[in-house]
């Protein structure tokens, strides 16, 4: 029997000039748990900028999605819940990366309950509504 987890996490983010945002996802392969990563490049990105921060933002969510959906190795089963993945990846790369544009970005497609569930830091002007 093949067991299937869709725990995925963000390791920090090295800055915005080299830095990467990490992403490791627990798959089974062959009834052995292992992890995926993925490394976004920030490379030449300024998330203090709103054109960096949405392209930035888009990678995040693009690397959610590689790891959740598609993967690296063949042998890899996917998440039983896609979706719930992709959505705790992206979630948790936004937390890490801890950039007041990326999160109001995340914020414009996601509540404010999904935010707190990812420990989501909220800036200033959000969190005084």
Same mark, same amino acid.
């Given at each position: 029997?093949?067991?299937? !987890?869709?725990?995925?996490? %963000? &390791?920090? /983010?090295?800055?915005?000039?080299?830095?990467? =945002?990490?992403?490791?996802?627990?798959?089974?392969?062959?009834d052995?748990?292992?992890?995926?990563?993925?490394?976004?490049?920030?490379?030449?990105?300024?998330?203090?900028r709103?054109a960096?921060?949405?392209?930035?933002? !888009?990678?995040?969510?693009n %690397? &959610?999605? /590689?790891?959740?959906?598609?993967?690296?190795? =063949?042998?890899?089963?996917?998440a039983?819940?896609?979706k719930?993945?992709?959505?705790?990846?992206l979630?948790?790369?936004?937390?890490v990366?801890?950039?007041?544009?990326?999160?109001?970005?995340?914020?414009?497609?996601? !509540?404010?309950?999904e935010? %707190? &569930?990812?420990h989501?830091?909220?800036?200033?002007?959000?969190a005084?509504?």
């Open positions: 029997m093949y067991t299937k !987890t869709a725990f995925l996490r %963000a &390791a920090s /983010f090295l800055g915005a000039a080299a830095g990467c =945002a990490l992403f490791a996802g627990n798959v089974s392969a062959r052995h748990i292992v992890t995926e990563s993925y490394k976004v490049n920030t490379q030449g990105l300024d998330p203090s709103p960096d921060a949405q392209t930035l933002y !888009t990678r995040l969510g %690397a &959610a999605w /590689f790891v959740c959906v598609r993967g690296w190795r =063949a042998d890899l089963l996917p039983d819940d896609r719930a993945c992709y959505e705790q990846a979630g948790d790369a936004v937390r990366t801890n950039k007041p544009l990326v999160t109001q970005i995340y914020l414009a497609s996601h !509540t404010l309950q935010a %707190a &569930a990812h989501i830091e909220l800036p200033e002007q959000v005084a509504k």
